[in-house]
């Protein structure tokens, strides 16, 4: 944090330091308590309820995406055959890309969710305070850090499902800025509801519906 303006100060604001106190060893008579996770020596556990949570919400987006994308193609060539609307509604459903689901959902499970949650946590650890100046540079830090890995890693997940990694620098070069730019209109607003509105309970929650929509995105720009 010193490039940052030193002591951990990011710009004026001074960040608290996040060193974990130093706690006595547990006796051995607690050697066996079933708190302890069995995740090896840090203690930390995976977090499988905001895992299965992104999870979810990165297939529904893309199922939405699909949806719509197959929808509008059926439409379009509705003048040129005699199908009905029924035909159409079960040729869009029967033909899911389950594969292409599959890719959104594993990354919401092994990387958006628990990246997103060990963000989330480091950002209430460090600004734990509700002011405006905390609410505006959880924004700020939610944009210019998390943003970019959001896209450099869903985009090198997708390629590296598809095959095409030696076609992800294209890829960024084409999508990677837009993706960007469109996430700026979309989640500044919904950050800065999110950490300044929305109780500390409700936050994931709040979130995950926003994902939807993002999601519904980012799939329709992968499939490109």
Not at 114 to 129: M, N, V
Not at 140 to 153: K, R, S
Not at 202 to 224: D, E, H, P, Q
């Amino acid at each position: 944090m010193e490039a940052l303006g030193g002591n951990g100060a990011f710009w004026g604001w001074k960040l608290p330091d996040i060193r974990r106190p130093k706690r006595p060893s547990p006796s051995k008579s607690k050697s066996s308590d079933s708190s302890v996770e069995p995740t090896g020596g840090g203690g930390h556990r995976f977090p499988l309820k905001q895992a299965v949570t992104a999870a979810s919400l990165a297939v529904t987006g893309d199922t939405i995406a699909q949806l719509n994308d197959r929808w509008r193609k059926q439409k379009q060539s509705v003048s040129d055959s005699s199908d009905t609307s029924e035909d159409i509604m079960s040729s869009v459903i029967s033909h899911h890309d389950w594969l292409r689901s599959l890719r959104m959902s594993t990354y919401g499970f092994f990387l958006y969710g628990p990246g997103s949650y060990a963000w989330y946590k480091y950002l209430d650890h460090c600004l734990p305070h509700q002011t405006a100046q905390n609410i505006m540079l959880k924004v700020l830090l939610n944009q210019i850090v998390l943003g970019p890995c959001v896209i450099a890693v869903v985009f090198a997940w997708n390629n590296l499902w598809l095959g095409k990694l030696s076609e992800l620098p294209n890829k960024y070069q084409r999508d990677a800025l837009p993706t960007l730019f469109y996430g700026f209109r979309f989640w500044i607003p919904v950050s800065l509801l999110n950490f300044w509105v929305v109780p500390l309970q409700a936050r994931v929650a709040f979130m995950s519906t926003g994902s939807i929509f993002w999601n519904f995105y980012l799939s329709s720009t992968l499939s490109k």
